[in-house]
């Protein structure tokens, strides 16, 4: 299986938002591809940047690390950041390594954005 096959990263505009939907595997082999998904992108007129996890089966350290470093890189440029509601198993990676405190968590994509958003720092 290729990175391309192992994680599907699809972009669409919401009304004030650029949502990246996941889907598959955000691991070692396949991180570099939502750091490429986030260059790309065009920003413009993008009040904040969701990660819709909800279709990621997997997860592992590198792939945390790169939410991680989207977020720091979308709050840089002024913009909110958050991520769906994922599986139970991805939640759980989440909140073992407490990344979950630190991610605005919205329910569906098109869901409210928090007024004042976490700090990445």
């Known amino acids: 299986m290729s990175v391309e096959e192992q994680l599907q990263i699809v972009a669409s505009n919401g009304s004030d938002r650029l949502i990246l ?8 082999a396949s991180a570099r591809l939502l750091a490429n998904a986030l260059a790309s992108v065009d920003l ?3 009040r904040a940047v969701v990660l819709d996890l909800g279709g990621l089966r997997f997860l592992d350290s590198t792939g945390l690390r790169e939410i991680f470093k ?3 890189a979308v709050h840089e440029g002024g913009r909110g950041f958050a991520v769906t509601r ?12 407490r990344l979950d405190e630190h991610l605005d968590s919205i329910e569906t994509p098109e869901s409210e954005l928090p007024e004042e958003p976490l700090d990445a720092g």
């Open 70 to 72: 989207a977020q720091k």
């Open 44 to 46: 413009d007129g993008a």
């Open 86 to 97: 994922c599986s139970p198993q991805v939640q759980r990676l989440l909140h073992i390594t």
């Open 21 to 28: 939907a996941l889907e598959g595997e955000l691991d070692l």
